[in-house]
């Protein structure tokens, strides 16, 4: 369990789209309008960890097939995200629904999320116990820990928002250049 455990926070706290989108949207709209983004995001890894709960052993046996789709797919959206951020400006803003949708989406295409959530339940949860109530429930720690890391990295960004504003094109650039980053790590 402690193993499961630490292989979900690691891989929910660690920078990546997830993190680095919370951080930039509390930053950008406040921590009390970015909680949205944060709110979609959890619905979207809920549902993908549900669904690597009924179908990790399909998905696990083809995954090698799949996951060079999903990474384009991915890399796609995460390119369309590094642009928007480069563009658009500190004091824009973004409705709550704009913010949970996208947030979710991100989520269904996310291959970091999809990969965790395949990994953590085939390798670490359904190997723990033979309860099906229990795997699931044990499967739902994935939603909550990623939601949590996307909290801490919300709240830091909701807490230097002065600061980028004052910076705002310089950290529009590093944000850009930081989800590019995560986009070409999905092939290097």
């Not at 009390?32 to 052993?57: Q, R, Y």
């Not at 796609?76 to 951020?85: D, G, P, Q, S, T």
Request: net charge positive; proline share 3%.
């Amino acid at each position: 369990m402690l193993e499961a455990l630490v292989y979900i926070t690691v891989m929910a706290i660690s920078p990546g789209p997830n993190t680095i989108l919370s951080m930039v949207n509390a930053s950008r709209h406040g921590l009390k309008k970015g909680i949205w983004l944060n709110l979609g995001m959890l619905a979207g890894i809920t549902i993908v960890t549900i669904l690597s709960f009924i179908f990790s052993s399909f998905f696990y046996r083809y995954i090698p097939q799949a996951e060079l789709i999903m990474k384009a797919v991915c890399f796609i959206y995460l390119i369309f995200l590094a642009l928007k951020m480069l563009f658009m400006s500190v004091s824009s803003e973004a409705s709550a629904s704009e913010g949970f949708v996208q947030g979710m989406i991100l989520q269904l295409i996310n291959v970091k999320v999809i990969l965790l959530a395949l990994t953590a339940v085939s390798t670490y949860i359904i190997p723990m116990t033979d309860s099906t109530s229990r795997q699931f429930l044990l499967s739902m720690l994935i939603p909550l820990d990623c939601f949590i890391s996307g909290l801490v990295w919300a709240i830091g960004g909701s807490l230097l928002k002065s600061f980028f504003s004052r910076h705002t094109r310089l950290m529009s650039v590093l944000f850009f250049l930081a989800l590019v980053w995560c986009a070409l790590r999905l092939f290097i």
